[in-house]
């Protein structure tokens, strides 16, 4: 038993060792650009080896988003949770601020936000699929509680749904200000910038117009 213990520690250890460098050279690369040649001899171990802990590089940066999304959510929650009471006209500022400055703080969470539907999850068997979906439901369903209790014009439920839209709304700015470098190019060298996208400008106008307007027509019901 107590080898096993060690073992099972060691397995632990090397696997989040692989996670940190993926995530070290996610800073600085794109998605693509990374192979698991690469983070196997970063980590020090054989290709192989990886394959013993992430079957595809899909399942590596899905995991690796798992875990930043649960630092993310852990940060908003503290922030809701000790955020003092705010007037009753400012509950949206005070909550829009939380959540902007959270993902400002966090390029890399929405770069891979960016590309979890179309890439992440299309290469990862089922256990992996369910397991992701509900770490991501408890966390949503968690945080969103906290939402509804800062905004309480939220009925019960709708505090996940404004997670869920706020992952929509963060996947499609990233997008469009992330764009590739021919088109980077183009804006830069004629007056185009009306395409020129600041996400966290964009972040903040954007769901605060969506908070007031869940505000308005909950106080029309």
């Known amino acids: 038993m107590r080898r096993?213990?060690?073992?099972?520690?060691?397995?632990?250890?090397?696997?989040?060792?692989?996670?940190d460098v993926a995530w070290e050279l996610f800073q600085n690369t794109s998605y693509q650009a990374i192979t698991i040649n690469e983070v196997a001899e970063r980590a020090g171990l054989a290709k192989g080896t990886v394959y013993l802990y992430f079957k595809t590089k899909e399942e590596l940066f899905l995991s690796l988003q798992g875990q930043q999304l649960a630092a993310w959510f852990a940060e908003v929650n503290a922030r809701l949770q000790a955020a003092p009471a705010a007037p009753e006209d400012d509950p949206i500022v005070q909550v829009v601020e939380i959540l902007c400055e959270t993902l400002k703080q966090r390029p890399g969470l929405t770069r891979l936000l960016a590309i979890m539907h179309t890439v992440l999850e299309q290469n990862?068997?089922?256990?992996?699929?369910?397991?992701?979906?509900q770490m991501l439901l408890g966390h949503v369903t968690h945080t969103g509680a906290l939402l509804e209790q800062r905004l309480p014009f939220l009925t019960t439920g709708q505090g996940a749904q404004i997670i869920l839209r706020i992952n929509a709304l963060a996947i499609?700015?990233?997008?469009?200000?992330?764009?590739?470098p021919?088109?980077?190019?183009?804006?830069?060298?004629?007056?185009?910038?009306m395409f020129a996208i600041d996400f966290a400008r964009e972040f903040s106008t954007t769901l605060q117009t969506l908070l007031y307007g869940v505000q308005y027509l909950s106080s029309r019901s």
């Not at 096993?4 to 996670?19: G, N, P, S, T, Y």
């Not at 499609?172 to 590739?180: E, F, I, K």
């Not at 021919?182 to 910038?193: C, I, M, N, S």
């Open 182 to 193: 021919v088109v980077q190019r183009v804006l830069d060298e004629h007056e185009l910038q």
């Open 124 to 133: 990862i068997d089922f256990e992996t699929a369910l397991h992701f979906k």
């Open 172 to 180: 499609g700015l990233q997008h469009m200000a992330d764009p590739a």
């Open 4 to 19: 096993r213990a060690i073992k099972d520690e060691q397995k632990q250890e090397r696997r989040q060792a692989l996670l």
